[in-house]
């Protein structure tokens, strides 16, 4: 039976997430906004985090586990000493203000190029199939950069995937010393674990395609090393069933979902984190019932997140088919957006041709409700 301990709770009802405990249940959504060049944060994304400190959690934005899993220039990484110093100082920023902060563990899998791959090499998938239609966002030898068709991958071996479990667990053991209160698992948005679990871009006949079952296996061996570092109840996953995106496709995505939820509910995971994107042409409509059958299956905490309103958030709190609710741009735009939601009062508009790359402008300026900026000082 699903927990109703928090029966129709309010935006800025405390949520118990997994064993962390949250003000409120407006969470900031991952976003990527390409403003690490060298792939380490700093000053700048501490002051970006620490102005929206005031979300129930902050999810950071995708950050790559390797070099090899990188698909996107100027995005962070956390295989460095460099890289979780400058996570560190971002995660005491946050904390600093009274927030908590999850990190987002990021594989793209064949969503790349030999131009961001380690020594040109091409990018690595569960089968040699290029995404139709995919960019990647490349640096280009004059120092400028863009959108970037993807190249075709190569499948991994099978003997090289306990590699790519370990790391996800080193890049779990470096978010653990940085400070940050929880991790999550991004197998959404046709990445690499997303390739793993559909049918359309995994034909491999090992231990780790066919079956439902052996194609979700690298999932949860990546779930359960991410737990070992840091206990279940502070990890969480996203995942995008039903979504056809970069040229993934899959036949079986409810009953993936509602393998995945079994079997995570039994591992005993914070939340699950679905994702319902409206960008890059994708549109998602989930089936009747999918929702209160997920409620049913998973015990934990449940969050939904893609172009919500505060009025949308609350009527899915209403109806139980969610504990919280996660928002993109509104935060982009707004630091305070809890604080503009409990007063209801206008949002900012985001600018989107800031949305990538760049510095300050349309990342850090944004104004809170008084006018102030750097809250960090």
Same mark, same amino acid.
């Given at each position: 039976m699903p927990d109703t301990s928090f029966s129709n709770p309010g935006l800025f009802t405390p949520l118990q997430l997994g064993s962390l405990s949250l003000p409120n249940r407006v969470i900031m959504a991952p976003l990527t906004r390409s403003r690490t060049p060298d792939s380490v944060p700093g000053r700048l994304q501490q002051i970006y985090y620490g102005q929206r400190a005031s979300a129930g959690l902050i999810i950071s934005e995708a950050t790559n586990i390797s070099p090899t899993a990188r698909g996107y220039a100027y995005t962070p990484g956390i295989w460095t000493d460099e890289q979780e110093a400058g996570w560190k100082g971002v995660v005491e920023a946050v904390h600093a203000k009274g927030g908590r902060i999850a990190l987002q563990l990021w594989h793209v899998g064949r969503v790349s190029h030999e131009m961001v791959q380690p020594d040109g090499q091409p990018p690595v998938a569960p089968s040699a199939l290029k995404g139709e239609g995919a960019e990647c966002?490349?640096?280009?030898?004059?120092?400028?950069?863009?959108?970037?068709?993807t190249s075709t991958p190569r499948a991994l071996e099978t003997e090289e995937i306990p590699g790519?479990?370990?790391?996800?667990?080193?890049?779990?053991?470096?978010?653990r010393r940085a400070g940050f209160d929880m991790v999550e698992v991004h197998a959404a948005n046709a990445y690499l674990l997303n390739q793993f679990l559909a049918t359309g871009t995994n034909l491999?006949?090992?231990?780790?395609?066919?079956?439902? #079952?052996?194609?979700?296996?690298?999932?949860? #061996?990546?779930?359960d090393a991410v737990a070992e570092v840091f206990g279940p109840a502070r990890v969480g996953i996203r995942l995008t069933p039903f979504l056809e995106l970069f040229g993934l496709t899959d036949?079986?995505?409810?009953?993936?979902?509602f393998y995945l939820a079994g079997e995570l509910d039994r591992r005993g995971?914070?939340?699950?984190?679905?994702?319902?994107?409206?960008?890059?042409?994708?549109d998602i409509t989930y089936p009747e019932g999918f929702r209160e059958q997920m409620r049913q299956r998973f015990k934990?905490?449940?969050?939904?997140?893609?172009?919500?309103d505060a009025e949308r958030?609350?009527?899915?709190?209403?109806?139980?088919?969610?504990?919280?609710?996660?928002?993109?741009?509104?935060?982009i735009a707004n630091p305070d957006l809890p604080e503009r939601f409990r007063l209801k009062v206008a949002l900012n508009e985001p600018d989107h041709s800031?949305?990538?790359?760049?510095?300050?402008?349309g990342y850090t300026d944004y104004p809170f409700l008084d006018n102030g900026h750097d809250r960090l000082g």
């Open positions: 966002f490349v640096e280009f030898e004059d120092g400028t950069a863009g959108p970037h068709p790519i479990v370990e790391d996800y667990r080193q890049a779990a053991l470096r978010a491999r006949t090992d231990r780790y395609g066919g079956s439902l #079952e052996n194609r979700a296996r690298l999932v949860l #061996e990546v779930v036949d079986e995505p409810e009953a993936m979902a995971l914070a939340y699950l984190h679905f994702n319902e994107p409206d960008f890059a042409g994708a934990g905490r449940l969050i939904y997140c893609g172009n919500y958030a609350q009527a899915r709190l209403d109806d139980n088919t969610a504990d919280a609710v996660a928002f993109g741009r509104p935060f800031t949305f990538y790359g760049g510095a300050e402008v």
